[in-house]
């Protein structure tokens, strides 16, 4: 696949950038921009990671990932935007977001803690 150079150096940055208010301009970033200026009252507990990526097929939106403080373990959850997900089994066309998580993650988060 060939791909213009703008493209790859438009992608190249957006990858590697680690601040949310570097993103070029477009409706993605301004969502994104959005999204972290109605959390500013928990801004001390969410980061910016552009390599985050869930479930190509079917989100369709912001995803994310849920982590230690310290970022020691595997994501203990995640989720995001998957607006098209309901109408591949049925025509109804429904936006959701949701989340999952790993049994093994959350008992070596309890496990951790003592709690089992």
Same mark, same amino acid.
């Given at each position: 696949?060939?791909?213009?150079?703008?493209?790859?150096?438009?992608?190249?940055?957006?990858?590697?950038?680690?601040?949310?208010?570097?993103?070029?301009?477009?409706?993605?970033?301004? /969502?994104?921009?959005?999204?972290?200026?109605? %959390?500013?009252?928990?801004?001390?507990?969410?980061?910016?990671?552009?390599?985050?990526?869930?479930?190509?097929?079917?989100?369709?939106?912001?995803?994310? /990932?849920?982590?230690?403080? /310290?970022?020691?373990?595997?994501?203990?959850? *995640? *989720?995001?935007?998957?607006?098209?997900?309901? *109408?591949?089994?049925?025509?109804?066309?429904?936006? !959701? %977001?949701?989340?999952?998580? *790993?049994?093994?993650?959350? !008992?070596?988060?309890?496990?951790?803690?003592?709690?089992?």
């Amino acid at each position: 696949m060939n791909l213009d150079n703008t493209i790859v150096d438009t992608i190249i940055n957006c990858i590697s950038n680690k601040d949310i208010n570097k993103l070029p301009n477009l409706d993605s970033a301004k /969502e994104l921009i959005s999204l972290f200026n109605l %959390c500013v009252d928990i801004s001390d507990w969410i980061i910016f990671d552009p390599s985050v990526v869930r479930g190509l097929t079917y989100y369709t939106g912001i995803v994310f /990932e849920v982590v230690d403080k /310290e970022n020691k373990m595997r994501a203990i959850t *995640g *989720g995001g935007r998957y607006d098209n997900l309901v *109408g591949t089994y049925s025509n109804t066309k429904l936006p !959701m %977001c949701g989340f999952g998580f *790993g049994d093994c993650v959350i !008992m070596d988060l309890l496990k951790l803690f003592w709690l089992v």
